[in-house]
């Protein structure tokens, strides 16, 4: 559980598979007035240790959302380099 009041899941369709989720929406993408629709992002790695959207992000800073990172890899160059950017403001 992530703590949060509440939590949304962003998905291509509706799925049977997460709906056994307790406390979380899911929201079939788009997303109306995405970035209203939350105040904090939580960084969900992968198994392929890329990240999916890089976008989001630096959006996140932009529109000062709360990030909340917990990355067991390191080798995620992409993201490590768009995240020390957006914490040092380049």
């Known amino acids: ?3 949060c009041e509440r939590s949304i899941l962003v ?4 799925t049977v598979e997460y709906s ?3 406390n979380i ?3 079939v993408a788009p997303v109306e007035n995405f970035m209203e629709q ?3 992002y ?3 790695p992968v198994s392929r240790h890329f990240d999916c959207s890089p976008r989001l992000l630096t959006e996140c800073f932009l529109y000062r959302k709360k990030v909340i990172t917990n990355i067991s890899y390191a080798d995620d160059t992409g993201f ?3 995240y020390n950017d ?3 403001n380049i």
């Open 38 to 40: 939350f105040d904090t």
């Open 25 to 27: 929406k899911q929201v």
């Open 42 to 44: 939580i960084y969900t």
């Open 80 to 82: 490590n380099v768009r």
């Open 86 to 88: 957006c914490i040092n």
């Open 20 to 22: 056994s989720l307790r």
């Open 1 to 3: 559980m992530s703590g």
């Open 11 to 14: 998905v291509p369709y509706e």
